[in-house]
């Protein structure tokens, strides 16, 4: 979450503008969720999923382009805080849809523990890549795990 509120800072947005933006991103998950819940109606889950995934690493890349005006920070935000969340209602649906509800136990906890894994190293990997490369090379990295979820998502959609 402090990627963006960092990141706003470096675009020499004023810390209580990033902190405000950064701060949404909570309401964007619940918002991001209820978008993903609709376009379940339209499109399978796995591709809606992808949707919003392939959004927020565009997002993401776009920010050091278009951040520095408030419209663009703010597009910026809503785009990639609009995936946070939807993997907690995602999963279990793609879980249930593909195995049956007698490895959904098994499966879930397997998943959640890599998932817990990831989230706790995530930030100290962030530190060392933008000591090592830069902030720029964390963008980069953040956007291309977001492309390789949508891809995921569609490939799992077409099996």
């Known amino acids: 979450m402090e990627w963006h509120g960092w990141r706003l800072v470096h675009l020499r947005h004023p810390p209580v503008l990033a ?88 499966l879930s906890g397997r998943i959640a523990a890599f998932s817990v894994t990831d989230k706790a190293l995530a930030p100290l990997g962030a530190v060392a890549l933008a000591q090592a490369a830069g902030y720029g090379w964390v963008m980069g990295a953040v956007a291309v795990a977001c492309v390789i979820a949508a891809l995921a998502l569609v490939a799992y959609h077409r099996l």
């Open 19 to 106: 902190a405000t933006l950064a701060g949404l991103l909570g309401v964007l998950s619940v918002t991001g969720r209820l978008l993903t819940t609709g376009l379940q109606r339209r499109l399978p889950a796995a591709l809606s999923a992808a949707s919003i995934f392939a959004l927020q690493g565009v997002s993401v890349l776009l920010l050091p382009l278009v951040g520095r005006t408030v419209p663009g920070a703010i597009g910026c935000v809503l785009g990639f805080g609009l995936g946070f969340g939807i993997a907690s209602i995602t999963l279990p649906h793609l879980l249930l849809q593909r195995y049956d509800s007698t490895a959904y136990a098994s």
